[in-house]
């Protein structure tokens, strides 16, 4: 730990303070949300096992707790294991669509790819993930559209990802 991760720890820290200063100002989520609840937590930046401990614990106060009150998530180990097992299955299903995107002349588009991973990021898993399973088998059979001479390789990072419109 030295002087300029202090500096970064800081930077951040005092913008999510900010930042739940601002929601906590404008109150306006919590009057069209009564369930709606922001919380922040002490991250440790080390592996210890001190620091493990704490990470749990505050993923267990701050998150988990708030979302089974607010929301009647179930919160019990066996859940939360789901949840992992449903949220690994996910991510390996997008990562193999995604080494598609790698070949010369891709099976799947960059925009079709795109809806895919917003859709994995925001519907409940039980209800796509077969059909991900099925893009996927499908998409290894596809044969791929005849390939363009100006095929150009993007990379969009920021905001603008949260926009499928935009990528189209």
Do not use: W
Not at 1 to 28: K, P, V
Not at 38 to 48: A, G, I, K, L, Q
């Amino acid at each position: 730990y030295n002087y300029l991760d202090a500096l970064l720890s800081s930077e951040t820290c005092q913008m999510m303070h900010r930042g739940h200063e601002h929601f906590e100002i404008l109150g306006l989520v919590k009057k069209e949300n009564p369930r709606f609840f922001m919380s922040m937590m002490d991250v440790p930046f080390t592996f210890s096992e001190n620091a493990v401990d704490h990470y749990e614990r505050q993923i267990h106060t701050k998150l988990l707790e708030p979302l089974r009150d607010a929301y009647g998530v179930d919160i019990s180990d066996e859940a939360v294991k789901r949840a992992v097992d449903d949220h690994n299955a996910i991510s390996a299903i997008i990562a193999q669509i995604g080494d598609m995107r790698k070949a010369k002349n891709p099976v799947i588009t960059g925009y079709e790819f795109h809806v895919l991973q917003l859709v994995s990021q925001v519907c409940p898993h039980y209800l796509i993930i077969d059909a991900l399973r099925e893009t996927l088998e499908e998409l290894k059979t596809r044969r791929p559209d005849k390939a363009s001479k100006f095929r150009a390789r993007v990379v969009l990072t920021g905001s603008e990802i949260d926009d499928a419109a935009f990528t189209k």
